[in-house]
T-cell receptor, first 115, second 116 residues
Framework: AQSVAQPEDQVNVAEGNPLTVKCTYS??????LFWYVQYPNRGLQFLLK??????LVKGSYGFEAEFNKSQTSFHLKKPSALVSDSALYFC?????????????FGAGTRLFVKA | GAGVSQSPSNKVTEKGKDVELRCDPI?????LYWYRQSLGQGLEFLIY????????KSGLPSDRFSAERTGGSVSTLTIQRTQQEDSAVYLC??????????????FGDGTRLSIL
């Protein structure tokens, strides 16, 4: 079965420092991976996706993610964190075991950026 | 509108009442999804539609939950005889052709349901 894990419930980083939010996945074929962000009292917003091609994917708001097949990871990164980046981040994978119609979301990682 | 619209944004009701939640997807999006999120936690998949058809209803928690979609557009999620454990934020999302698998989902801001 397809699955995705976010090992950290919370990540704390100082403004201006680089940030990493970790995600690992388990799939039976080629993974379709996504990152979403959720601000308080809002729905999820799409940040970026990896389908194929370059392992380094660039997305919205200066975020990027690195696909690592050997480590089955898809960590979200940003070179310089902003206080406004504080939010809940979700990693997700398409579940092709059930035809690719369902997206499986990780439990989420809460990012706190301190000024 | 430009995004996914959900109504009401907040709903407070008494235990045992029925509630109906509405989702208006982005125009042209054939796929529509319902999720449940409790207290800022992860997303629990409920159901998805491809057009008006719901091929996968396995995520619905009980037979008190049902959903329909008409005209390939608006969807309603109905919860009958609500229980306190139904309290959560119900999120709707839509996307282009679901069979492509590579399309991101666009989310509404959710309906916050509170059962007294």
């Amino acid at each position: 079965a397809q699955s995705v894990a976010q090992p950290e419930d919370q990540v704390n980083v100082a403004e201006g420092n680089p940030l990493t939010v970790k995600c690992t996945y388990s799939v039976s074929g080629n993974p379709y991976l996504f990152w979403y962000v959720q601000y308080p009292n809002r729905g999820l917003q799409f940040l970026l996706k990896y389908i194929t091609g370059d392992n380094l994917v660039k997305g919205s708001y200066g975020f990027e993610a690195e696909f690592n097949k050997s480590q089955t990871s898809f960590h979200l990164k940003k070179p310089s964190a902003l206080v406004s980046d504080s939010a809940l981040y979700f990693c997700a994978v398409r579940d092709f075991d059930t035809g690719g119609f369902k997206t499986i979301f990780g439990a989420g990682t809460r990012l706190f950026v301190k000024a | 509108g430009a995004g996914v619209s959900q109504s009401p944004s907040n709903k407070v009701t008494e235990k045992g009442k029925d509630v109906e939640l509405r989702c208006d997807p982005i125009s042209g999006h054939t796929a529509l999804y319902w999720y449940r999120q409790s207290l800022g936690q992860g997303l629990e998949f409920l159901i998805y539609f491809q057009g008006n058809s719901a091929p996968d209803k396995s995520g619905l928690p009980s037979d008190r939950f049902s959903a329909e979609r008409t005209g390939g557009s608006v969807s309603t999620l109905t919860i009958q005889r609500t229980q306190q454990e139904d309290s959560a934020v119900y999120l709707c999302a839509s996307s282009l052709a679901v069979e492509l698998g590579n399309q991101p989902q666009h989310f509404g801001d959710g309906t916050r349901l509170s059962i007294l």
